[in-house]
């Protein structure tokens, strides 16, 4: 097939492709042919040749005034096989034959190939992006709760703790259910580092933190509060059920000797419940201030917060008299 763009048809129509044009010898030969043609029949310049109509019968035949010879199917064939049901018309044009067909897409094998595989490639690209999406969500949920969580013992931080604290009252505050809140803070711990080292004393609070999560129900929210201050927020719990939490906690902490220290354990306990009309602020600095009348008389106590300090309650443990302020 002779080279695009030189010949008898013009220019314009060898820039063509959705009209494949075609110009025949009198064998049947295709001698040239624009854009169109060469995509539908002949992508790899194969020697294309017309195989219907007859080419005997077409030489014979008596143009109308267009030129116009015949109109119907077409096949042309090649070296590689040839494509049936192609619509298109034949004209005299000079002393050769003119060949004008519009190729459906059936007549692009190549071109149908070649979606096919964009198609595959577009497929798994698409699922690609979909599991790098899932990946990225997933590393960003995981960075969310990093955000949320204490590094050095695991559990929830202040950050989730206040959110919690929030969404609790917002409970409360339509179903009026209890919610209690334990702050403890670690007695005489600065000592424990001093004498032992910063090592040791972060291993201690990571085992306070299992004590805890190990103590309280699933369903209760554990947070490292502060440097040695841990705080359990209990939902749909009433005062009596939050201060047996924390003497179970406290007992617990006491019964535990762990190496290379030689004594117990302890820690402060505040316990506080939500109070109408009252914001988290409000609610954590009243469970702080008990902390704070515990650490005042003599540790390793629980002590429950009134509505201002003068109610304050100090419960200590059994077999030692407790102070009530009334």
């Known amino acids: 097939m002779a080279e695009i763009g030189i010949g008898l048809v013009p220019r314009w129509a060898m820039d063509l492709h959705a009209v494949a044009l075609a110009l025949l010898d009198v064998d049947g030969t295709i001698s040239e042919a624009n854009r169109g043609f060469a ?52 004209y005299h044009f000079g002393q ?7 190729p459906g897409v059936s007549a692009y094998p190549q071109l149908n190939a070649e979606i096919e595989r964009i198609g595959r490639e577009l497929e798994e690209t698409r699922r690609n992006v979909t599991r790098r999406n899932q990946a990225l969500q997933n590393a960003l949920e995981k960075i969310e709760a990093l ?49 032992y080292g910063r090592e040791v004393g972060d291993e201690l609070l990571r085992h306070v933190a299992t004590i805890l999560n190990q103590t309280v129900r699933t369903t209760d929210l554990v947070a490292r509060y502060g440097g040695l201050e841990f ?30 220290m030689v004594r117990p354990l302890t820690a402060s306990f505040g316990v506080a419940m939500l109070l109408p ?50």
């Open 39 to 90: 995509a539908a029949f002949a992508p790899n310049g194969e020697a294309v040749r017309l195989v219907k109509p007859d080419m005997s019968a077409l030489n014979k035949a008596d143009p109308g005034g267009d030129g116009l010879i015949f109109a119907g199917a077409i096949v042309f064939s090649s070296p590689k096989g040839g494509w049936d049901g192609v619509s298109g018309a034949i």
């Open 231 to 260: 705080a359990v927020l209990l939902a749909e719990t009433n005062e009596m059920g939050s201060l047996i939490v924390a003497e179970r906690l406290r007992m617990e902490l006491e019964s535990q000797i762990i190496l290379p």
């Open 147 to 195: 955000k949320r969580q204490d590094t050095l013992t695991g559990l929830a931080n202040r950050r989730s703790l206040d959110e919690r604290i929030g969404q609790e009252i917002g409970r409360w505050e339509r179903y009026r259910r209890p919610l209690g809140l334990v702050l403890m803070e670690m007695d005489d711990f600065a000592g424990v580092n001093e004498s």
């Open 277 to 326: 009309g009252e914001g988290r602020q409000e609610f954590c600095a009243r469970a702080g201030r008990a902390v704070g009348y515990s650490k005042k008389n003599g540790r390793n106590c629980v002590t429950m917060a009134g509505v201002i300090g003068e109610c304050d309650q100090l419960y200590q443990a059994a077999g030692t008299e407790g102070t009530d302020h009334v």
């Open 96 to 102: 050769k034959l003119l060949v004008v067909v519009e």
